[in-house]
């Protein structure tokens, strides 16, 4: 096997990883943002902190995806992708979740978790199109 196509079948074990990664994320945003719907209803503390815990499972899988996404810029180094995504939620805002639990509040973090999830899924149509190119060219 040519060193073209070691790199290639890499690229492809990566790209299976990352999309499982993000699957993952998908996953615990989804989850987070329904208890935050409830959330903004009058949750309460036990949603919170069942939110806040699938909001942690998903920053651990995007920490993954990090490294892989470093790991792909190793492997092929002339294919663009986009590094260090960063969770939008986190700091203030989770503060003042657990400690002026209101509806405006509520509604704050369910629209980042919102943005958050849709960022992951497009990060994921994108793994999938490149999946897809690394395949064609394999």
Known sequence: MSENSLQIN?????????????DSAEHQLSSARNWGFLDVLGGGLIVDLIKH?????????????????????????????????????????TFADFFFDSGIVDIYMTAKIMNSLSEVRKLKERAYDLKRRLTEIR
């Not at 499972?57 to 996404?69: D, F, G, I, K, S």
């Not at 663009?80 to 969770?87: E, F, T, V």
């Open 10 to 22: 890499r690229a492809l074990m990566l790209t299976d990883q990352l999309i499982d990664c993000l």
């Open 53 to 93: 815990s699938k909001l942690h499972n998903a920053q651990a899988a995007m920490e993954h995806v990090n490294a892989l996404m470093q790991e792909f810029q190793q492997v092929l180094g002339s294919i663009s992708i986009p590094g260090d995504y960063r969770m939008q939620v986190g700091g203030f805002a």
